[in-house]
């Protein structure tokens, strides 16, 4: 009798090893793409199919929270990367309480800083949390798969998904840039499928990646700068880019505006569909590296 018990209770540890093994050792097919919903801001989720992740901009607050616990598992408390595309509190605002939640290797920052007390903020939990801290500059490369950890530069060794950093470029002395223009550019590569993430750049570095990168910037999926403010997403730079999706991450009924008329009239001109967070929540696109899956 007693080892009757013995062997169901065995039975069911097993059964459980199993399960929790399948749980956390889940091979994912998909790099995942998820425009968090946070209102009024950006807030972009990125997972690897090994399960790296990257979190770029946090919004205005810790409402981010909220949505990364729906993207991600309970037991996940840890970010591989955080990247702060600029310090404007629509970007940087949640971000201190990202890392005050989850244990982040590394943070990227544009090199501008702000006066603004949530920068400081930030920038005082790096050094007590000891993060590792990266400066953007054109060239470095974030590989996404297979890796113990997120290294960079480095060469490709067959490694499909990167992120790649467009701007800031390293011999141009930004210092002195206003925070949207220093806005660190993004572009996200996994096998052929493709997206840029463009912070709040204005219209001078939208022309600026075209005329020093050309139909590099050619992509799937682009995040319209700034919010979908006519201040950023001129005809020449969505003629380049020449997306299938383009997403607006904006909050409902907000103060400014966003989108623009005039953008939104151009992409009806462009033929081009608009996704926006104030309309679809968080929208998540899954990449298997040939074809686009919109969730
Ligand atoms: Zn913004």
Redo the contacts with the bound molecule.
């Keep these: 009798m007693k080892n009757t018990k013995l062997y169901i209770l065995s039975f069911f540890f097993c059964v459980n090893v199993f399960i929790w093994y399948g749980v956390f050792v889940e091979e994912r097919n998909f790099v995942t793409v998820a425009f968090l919903d946070v209102g009024q ?2 807030a972009i989720f990125i997972e690897s199919l090994d399960g790296k992740q990257i979190l770029i901009d946090g919004g205005a607050n810790s409402q981010v929270l909220q949505q990364l616990a729906k993207v991600m598992p309970f037991y996940d408390r840890s970010i591989d990367m955080v990247i702060l595309t600029h310090p ?1 509190q ?2 940087i605002g949640g971000l201190p309480a990202v890392l005050e939640s989850y244990t982040v290797d590394f943070v990227m920052e544009s090199g501008v800083g702000s006066d603004n007390g949530t920068y400081e903020e930030f920038e005082n939990i790096i050094q007590k949390k000891q993060i590792q801290k990266i400066t953007a500059q054109q060239g470095q490369k974030i590989f996404l798969c297979n890796l113990r950890e997120v290294r960079l530069p480095e060469e490709p060794h067959g490694c499909e998904s990167y992120l790649e950093v467009l701007f800031p470029v390293g011999d141009l002395d930004i210092s002195e840039f206003e925070p949207n223009t220093a806005s660190v550019v993004l572009k996200l590569t996994h096998g052929e499928n493709s997206f840029l993430f463009t912070g ?1 750049s204005p219209r001078s570095i939208e022309k600026y990646l075209v005329e020093s990168l050309g139909d590099y910037i050619d992509v799937d999926v682009l995040k319209l700068g ?2 979908g403010s006519k201040t950023s997403t001129s005809d020449l730079f969505l003629g380049f880019t020449s997306p299938e999706y383009t997403i607006a991450s904006v909050g409902e009924n907000n103060s400014y505006g966003h989108p623009h008329q005039e953008i939104l009239d151009l992409l009806r001109q462009f033929e081009i569909p608009l996704l926006r967070t104030d309309k679809e929540g968080t929208i998540i696109f899954k990449s298997d590296g040939r074809s686009l899956l919109l969730e």
Excluded: A, E, L, Y
């Design positions: 801001g950006d404007d629509d970007h709040d700034h919010h």
